[in-house]
């Protein structure tokens, strides 16, 4: 793991143009564990703010998620154009980076839940406004953990829940900040008019939260993935790589 600007993140790959790969509200970048196990050029995935191990603080708007990140972009990119690929929460910071003057080839999101209820929102506030629940040990945690992010019965050693538990005050928490679950309603339309370059959208076939025919209403060519649930990076990777790659 390595760390800039108060961020977690990983890196990987050695040639072409730079991915970046940001998870979900809840998750850390193991998320895109399953998507990496093979090699396909370079890479870097970040833990957002307040997830995994990155600095918790300093707001958890999409405009201050996509300023950390950005930040972080920048000091990786090594002056070539940049894809980024978000999912959920990642997916609305990918398509604000792509407002924001970076060299984007493209931006693409997964799983973005656009509407929510107003009762919702005061359930997420009311999860920012609680005190973490801290365990004895740290499989208490990272079943926490896998719960935030609705990772089912992945396994606790797997690398999709990769430094999803913390330490605090000698027991166990899981490692995302509670103020991180105060959600905004998304600005969906006005983030893809802002952006400078093309955004794709997709989701799981099976996505309970969001369907393709509701992301064409931002997307004309939105695509369902095969297979695929909320977590379709974990559930169908290879269905993923393949939108990618035919997604101009």
Known sequence: MLRRGGLA???????GPLLVLIHGLGATAGVWSSMLAEPHGRWIAPDLPGHGGSDHGGGYSVEALAAAIGGLIEAEREG???????????????????????????????GIKVDWSDEEL?????????????????????????RNCGLGEVALDSPLLAR?????GGQWRAAMDMAAFAVERPRMAELVDAARCPVRLACGEGDAMISAER??????????????????????????????????
Do not use: C
């Not at 999803?164 to 605090?168: F, N, R, Y």
């Open 9 to 15: 993140y990983e890196r990987g790959g050695t040639d």
């Open 80 to 110: 070539q154009e940049v894809t980024i690929l978000g999912h959920s929460l990642g997916g609305l910071v990918a398509i604000a980076l792509a407002g924001s003057g970076l060299p984007l080839r493209a931006a693409y999101g997964l």
């Open 122 to 146: 005061a359930r997420f506030a009311g999860l920012a406004a609680r005190p973490p629940k801290l365990f004895d040990g740290e499989a208490e945690a990272l079943a926490q953990h896998r």
């Open 164 to 168: 999803g538990a913390a330490m605090q």
């Open 215 to 248: 992301l064409r209403d931002f997307d004309a060519k939105a695509f369902a993935i095969p297979g695929a649930g909320h977590n379709a990076m974990v559930d169908a990777p290879g269905a993923v790589w393949d939108w990618l790659q035919a997604t101009p």
